[in-house]
Nanobody
Framework: QVQLVESGGGLVQAGGSLRLSCVAS????????MGWFRQAPGKEREFVAA????????YYADSVKGRFAISRDNAKNTVYLQLNSLKPEDTAVYSC??????????????????WGPGTQVTVSS
């Protein structure tokens, strides 16, 4: 089992920044690929970013490419998501997830085995 807890969400004006953190406990964090997803009210959960367990490969949704950055610190069992140049349409609950697939980090929720409860990000215009 892996337990995940996100933090760092909040209310920010458009153009602002936030840094989300996801701390893992339980089984070996460093062996898991990690992903960030978000879900806005009335919408399906969507992929935001993912990082390979090695930290070498990263992946982004087109909607956040160039604005968000994912990173991890395996010594701290933590994955981060830096959110820059935020827009009102980035408003959502952001959740981190852990998975281990031979094909690498998935961009679909079914590719992950463990999920955190999420943290709310609200961007005002």
């Amino acid at each position: 089992q892996v337990q995940l807890v996100e933090s760092g969400g909040g209310l920010v004006q458009a153009g602002g920044s936030l840094r989300l953190s996801c701390v893992a406990s339980g089984r070996t964090f460093s062996s898991y690929d990690m992903g960030w997803f978000r879900q806005a009210p009335g919408k399906e959960r969507e992929f935001v970013a993912a990082i390979r367990w090695t930290g070498v490969r990263v992946y982004y949704a087109d909607s956040v490419k160039g604005r968000f950055a994912i990173s991890r610190d395996n010594a701290k069992n933590t994955v981060y998501l830096q959110l820059n140049s935020l827009k009102p349409e980035d408003t959502a609950v952001y959740s981190c997830a852990a998975g281990s697939r031979v094909t690498g980090p998935s961009q679909t929720p079914s590719g992950y085995d463990y999920w955190g409860p999420g943290t709310q990000v609200t961007v005002s215009s």
